[in-house]
């Protein structure tokens, strides 16, 4: 069987075709990292624009990577929803009308479900039950996950996101957006022990986290002392230490959880997955914890990290399989969606 997987829940515009006898044989993407640069943030507007644009031209580009047409397609499968509303709209109203066009089947997905299956296209994965970290520029989540579409979240996030906090984090220090891997780059040439800067929710028992009084107190570190540095180099290297420092204290803070997660869940497989997985410090930190407590530690691939059609494809294959498939005839996208709800 052959399904097309569409993305278009936030900025990249995702296309995908996964066989589930060769595996992905087409994956086609664009970001529209560019666009949204110049105002330090996404513009909902120009992305469902950008959407709009880039959708067609990218089916077609899938098209001819898979050396097939839409008629070889067995099911078209699309991000649903969690996002922004009309760059939903954009992805759901193709994706539905291509399946009423090719009369074939029409699978709604869930794009955080298209984070948490991600490492199942490594020829290293995980198995069914684990425990997944699902950490992103809109989420941060601990779930148990027993099977497909059986979902319990553990924890989320009180307020920011951790993806969130890095890109306010950069933002402050003047830094490109998104600022997640310029953060985790000015890190390396940082001293983390320079500021003592806080876990959030570390010593409160439970599985929550909370980003946002540590962005607090990074800004705070940075007023009190830009104002000191007498040259460029000093601020340079005041960015550096804060940048080391904050990424420190988000990398310990959420192994931490996973580890707490491990322990009352039992689970022996850990899967970590959304934008912030591709951070090189954090998969080193849980790695070495699950050699430590003896849990196994899953990633997806660097480039399917950030938002992609290939994840939406996959998901969307093992929902078919699975005879998950939309019965109705509306075309519906879902802003907000809990993972809960699939079950």
Request: glycine share 8%.
């Amino acid at each position: 069987m052959r399904i097309l997987g569409i993305e278009s829940s936030c900025d990249e515009t995702g296309i995908a075709i996964y066989d589930t006898e060769k595996g992905l044989v087409a994956d086609q993407l664009y970001s529209q990292i560019e666009l949204h640069a110049q105002y330090g943030g996404v513009v909902p507007e120009l992305a469902s624009r950008d959407h709009v644009r880039k959708i067609v031209p990218l089916i077609q580009q899938a098209c001819v990577e898979a050396d097939m047409k839409l008629n070889d397609l067995d099911a078209i499968a699309y991000t649903a929803g969690p996002g922004l509303v009309g760059a939903l709209l954009v992805g759901a109203c193709v994706g539905k009308s291509l399946a009423w066009a090719l009369d074939l089947p029409a699978v709604e997905v869930h794009h955080m479900e298209g984070h948490l299956l991600a490492p199942l296209l490594e020829v290293n994965k995980p198995e069914f039950p684990f425990l997944c970290l699902l950490v992103s520029g809109g989420h941060t989540l601990l779930v148990d996950v027993q099977s497909l579409g059986n979902y319990k979240i553990l924890g989320d996030t009180l307020d920011d996101a951790a993806g969130e906090a890095f890109d306010k984090t950069a933002k402050m220090l003047g830094l490109p957006y998104p600022g997640g891997r310029y953060i985790a780059d000015l890190a390396t040439q940082g001293d983390a022990t320079r500021f003592k800067f806080p876990r959030p929710m570390m010593n409160r028992p439970g599985l929550q986290f909370s980003f946002s009084g540590l962005k607090t107190h990074t800004r705070v570190t940075w007023e009190n002392h830009i104002e000191h540095c007498k040259n460029d180099t000093e601020i340079q290297q005041l960015k550096a230490d804060i940048a080391a420092g904050f990424q420190l204290a988000v990398i310990d803070t959420l192994s931490k959880k996973c580890l707490r997660g491990i322990k009352q869940t039992g689970h022996q497989e850990l899967v970590i997955s959304g934008g912030v997985s591709a951070n090189t410090s954090l998969r080193e930190t849980l790695e070495s914890m699950g050699k430590k407590h003896r849990f196994k530690s899953f990633f997806p691939s660097m480039k399917y990290c950030s938002d992609n059609g290939a994840m939406i494809a996959f998901a969307g294959a093992m929902r078919f399989q699975h005879k998950h498939i939309e019965q109705n005839t509306l075309i519906k996208a879902y802003p907000r969606w809990s993972l809960e709800a699939l079950n």
